[in-house]
Structure formats: structure tokens, C-alpha cells
């Protein structure tokens, strides 16, 4: 992959500074896993409250055993939003399927639940989120519900208002159908009491503050799906004004797609230097 030296020698320079004990031996287990490979990394596949999840293993797990947690399409642009170089560098890696349900409360509760189970496994107190575009919404909930179990997040073309996508109410396309059924899954009875809703990642940023997450995004100008001055921007905006620890990474001329750079080497810096290794 271009650029992929470059990662490496990063990951490698920061990791010698941020995590000084000896690797720890993994000796992960999961009720009725099956076990596979992900991106030439062994992979636990097993059920949790009733969901598909998976946990994927770094070759030597780092000490404290961090991890990333993608929160939704694990699949996509993975080269470029930073999970292979996390693992090369001795994150774990997981991912639990709740649906396209935009970080609702029932999808927290499965969140809680996965997360529950990766600590008494004896991964960190704290995990790195990845909010890929309607994944930011599942991302910020998690940490705005549970800051204290979250170190960093990185979103990426990040839905961070769901008045902009899939409401639509702003300068954005929107998406009715998406809107129709985000208004279901959050129990609200109508449009108007979805658009009177505080609850937003926007909204909801002075737990993360407090709690000292490091926040770091990364926007297409371009993106008329999830526009950067409705999500993106704003948290910036809001977030720095709290005291908070927040980058952005502006490519210019792009839109939604693709997610991620074409070296990650800033994004997983960034994480490296703010997860917790506890």
C-alpha cells in the first residue's frame, strides 16, 4: 500500500514512547467464537445480547491491550481509516453489528453489553472509536453515555447532527427513508419531536470534555451528504470552546467517498499519542 512504510516507521516511533512495558501474551477466548482471519489477523467471531461481533488480534498485543472499535461498515475504505496500521502497531480490533439503528438507546445497550465483555477479557478500560459517516452517530452516543470508557475518537465524514443526515434539514441531500426510520428507532412520535431533540453528538460534547477524549476528524469539502459545516465543524467548534483536544483534516475537493487518506500516518499518530494504555 503507498505510503505504508511511511505508517509503519510512525506507528513504530510513537509506540516506543507511549508504551514502554513488554508485550502482553493474548489468551483471548469467546463462548461458542468461531475463528477466522481479517486482513492476515487472527479473528474471534461469537454473539453478544443477541448480536454478531467480532474481535480481531494484533500478531504481539500491545501492553494495557488498547483497541479500536469501528462502530459501523468495518469493511469499508479499511485501508485508509486506520485499523490495519492500529493492528500492526498492537491494537485489538473489533466490531459489534447492531443494525442501521444511528446510535439509538437499544443499540448502546448492545454496545454496553460488547463492551462489558472485551474488559472482563482483559482489554483496556477504554477504547478508540471510529464513526464512519452515519457511524459518528453510534460513536458519540457510546462516549456521550459512557466517557469514561472512551479515550479517543476518530470520525470520518461523520454524521454528527441527525437534522443534517438523514433529516436533510440543512444543506445537505438527506436521506427520507433513513429519516423515516432513525424517528422509528429512537421512539419519537413524530418529525417534530425528532427535530426538538438536544441529544446530538453536537449537543453533547461537555461529558467528553471532562473526561478528556481526544477527538480527531477527517472531512471531504465537498461532502454534500454529510456536510463538514453541520457536524464536523461544529463540534470543532464547540469542542475547543470546552477545552477540548480536537483536529480536523481537510481534504479538499472531495466528497462522502472516499472515506479515510491515502496515509493514514496522521490519524493513527494521533491515536497512538491519546489512548489510554490502561
Not at 486506520?82 to 448502546?108: D, E, M, R, Y
Not at 428507532?185 to 473526561?211: Q, V
Not at 461532502?223 to 463538514?228: A, E, I, K, N, W
Not at 499518530?269 to 494504555?277: C, G, N, Q, S
Amino acid at each position: 500500500m503507498k505510503g505504508a512504510p511511511i505508517v509503519f516507521a510512525a506507528v513504530i516511533l510513537v509506540c516506543s514512547h507511549a508504551f514502554a512495558e513488554p508485550p502482553a501474551a493474548s489468551e483471548l477466548v469467546f463462548p461458542g467464537e468461531t475463528i477466522g482471519e481479517w486482513r492476515g489477523f487472527k479473528q474471534h467471531k461469537f454473539e453478544v445480547d443477541g448480536c454478531q461481533a467480532w474481535v480481531v488480534e494484533p500478531k504481539v498485543a500491545l501492553p494495557g491491550k488498547p483497541w479500536s472499535w469501528c462502530m459501523e461498515f468495518p469493511d469499508a475504505f479499511t485501508d485508509r481509516c486506520a485499523a490495519p496500521q492500529l493492528l500492526a502497531a498492537g491494537f485489538h480490533h473489533v466490531h459489534i453489528k447492531v443494525g442501521n439503528t444511528f446510535g439509538s438507546p437499544n443499540a448502546v445497550k448492545h454496545f454496553n453489553a460488547f463492551y462489558e465483555l472485551l474488559v472482563a477479557k482483559g482489554l483496556a478500560k477504554k477504547a478508540a472509536l471510529i464513526g464512519i459517516s452515519r457511524g459518528g452517530l453510534y460513536a458519540y452516543r457510546f462516549a456521550a453515555e459512557y466517557p469514561d470508557r472512551v479515550s479517543v475518537i476518530y470520525g470520518d465524514a461523520a454524521v454528527c447532527d441527525f437534522k443534517s443526515w438523514p433529516g436533510g434539514k440543512g444543506k445537505g441531500k438527506g436521506s427520507k427513508g433513513d429519516w423515516t426510520s432513525l424517528i422509528k428507532n429512537y421512539g419519537f412520535k413524530d418529525e417534530a419531536e425528532a427535530l426538538a431533540y438536544t441529544g446530538n453528538p453536537i449537543d453533547r460534547l461537555e461529558p467528553l470534555a471532562k473526561a478528556k477524549v481526544a477527538l480527531i476528524h477527517v472531512v471531504g469539502d465537498a461532502d454534500d451528504t454529510v456536510p463538514p459545516a453541520e457536524n464536523a465543524v461544529i463540534v470543532g467548534e464547540r469542542y475547543r470552546a470546552l477545552g477540548g483536544t480536537f483536529e480536523i483534516i481537510h481534504k479538499p475537493g472531495v466528497g462522502h467517498h472516499p472515506h479515510g487518506l491515502d496515509d493514514s500516518t496522521p490519524v493513527v499518530k494521533f491515536i497512538l499519542e491519546h489512548a489510554a494504555p490502561h
